[in-house]
């Protein structure tokens, strides 16, 4: 027995160290799975979510700026050829007439000059703003960009040029609207438990209790009915009141900012606020950027009469490019904002039609009531019938 002890011994050892190996082996593994587990955990939550977007809208915004940048624009130069083929032609008919028949010379230059507003405008309606690739997506408006594609509010005043971005903005906008529907309903879901609590807070605070009455329910044990008291439904004129307040702080920030007038900012907070999008009024547009800047340079090499103080206010300008973000950061809190006041309309729309349906069952019942007071129950009309 010592002997085959002895002998199995070692195979013993050998899948005692196979277990511990196959142990060890298997535990970065699952710290690999837990340290995913946790990750998607936190990504799932209101914090990862709003990060994850952000995040996201960032690497959207750097990638456009990479695709489109490349795109190689001759417009410009077809614009410059218009423009010096029409000053041509006005100084062809200037020596040519002269001032012997002004009536003529008046006639032919207009018709040169709305030939040249015709090409200028069909031009214009094709997408050229007068501006290169390098200047039209700058990051922060291809962060705002970002920003109209994945909210589907679609401003429109950008849009990309080349088949690689037109590619990748079907991608990015087939994976962000998804996330900005979880973002859409976690931060509402979170702010409307906050509001909640604040104006449940309030209300108890400036609501006036009989402490008889509380003494009394106490001993009586009807606990429901301070249990009903304490369920305070937010009312929907408190979610207008917030959404107001917002407007009205993002419409004197945009109209500092962007140059814009009351009426102008107050009709962009709104249109941007309901995604309506007509992309008339953008934020960052405004906003000056390094292309600018050399653009400003190369202008002040070529033309003498250039003032030489542009390039320095353009450079000071250029270092206010954190407005964007700010600016950022209220669209996204300014849609949390709309779904919470959703939810809190949601939850009174439900208590509301709830009273109607009790308030309607009660209306049955005392018609019932008065019904068979007057006419007497029609059961007992068919039970004295059969006896």
């Known amino acids: 027995m010592s002997n085959k002890f002895q002998r199995s011994s070692p195979q013993m050892l050998g899948v005692e160290a196979s277990t511990v190996s196959s142990t060890a082996s298997n535990q970065p593994r699952k710290r690999v799975k837990r340290c995913c587990r946790n990750f998607v955990t936190f990504m799932c ?39 010096y083929n029409c000053s041509q032609r006005l100084w062809n008919i200037t020596e040519e007439l002269n001032l012997i028949d002004k ?4 006639n032919e230059t207009n018709a040169v000059l709305q030939a040249y507003q015709v090409q200028i405008a069909a031009i214009i309606k094709n997408g050229y703003v007068g501006r290169s690739p390098a200047q039209i997506w700058s990051f922060p408006a291809a ?27 079907v991608i990015y906008a087939t994976f962000g609207i998804p996330l900005y529907i ?64 917002y407007v009205l702080t993002g419409t004197i920030m945009f109209a500092n900012w962007e140059k814009w007038s009351f009426l102008n900012s107050f009709y962009f907070c709104m249109t941007s606020l309901c995604k309506i999008g007509f992309g008339d009024f953008v934020p960052g547009a405004s906003l000056t950027t390094a292309a600018d800047v050399d653009a400003a340079t190369q202008k002040l090499r070529e ?29 996204l809190l300014g849609m949390g904002l709309v779904a919470m006041c959703r939810n809190l309309m949601r939850e009174e729309v439900k208590v509301k039609l709830k009273e109607m349906k009790e308030d309607a069952k009660l209306c049955v019942e005392d018609t019932r009531h008065r019904f068979v007071g007057c006419c007497g129950d029609p059961r007992d009309f068919y039970e004295n019938d059969y006896y």
């Open 45 to 83: 939550t209101q914090v990862g979510v709003g990060a994850l977007i952000v995040f996201y809208a960032i690497c959207g915004a750097l990638a456009f700026m990479n695709i489109e940048r490349k795109y190689v624009d001759e417009t410009a130069k077809v614009v410059l050829s218009l423009r």
């Open 103 to 106: 009536k003529l010379w008046v």
């Open 143 to 169: 962060l705002m960009f970002c920003l109209s594609v994945i909210t589907m509010i679609g401003y429109g005043n950008m849009v990309p040029r080349t088949p690689w971005g037109k590619g990748f903005t």
């Open 182 to 245: 979880l973002y859409f309903l976690n931060m509402g879901r979170v702010l409307a438990r906050s509001f909640k609590f604040l104006y449940r807070s309030m209300h108890e605070c400036t609501q006036e209790r009989s402490y008889d009455a509380r003494m009394e329910a106490l001993e009586s044990g009807s606990l429901g009915a301070l249990t009903l008291r304490k369920k305070i439904i937010v009312p929907s004129t408190a979610c207008l009141w917030v959404i107001i307040f």
């Open 303 to 331: 033309d003498i009469s250039a003032d030489p103080n542009e390039v320095s206010d353009l450079q000071r300008i250029t270092d206010q490019q954190f407005k964007l973000a700010i600016n950022f950061i209220y669209m």
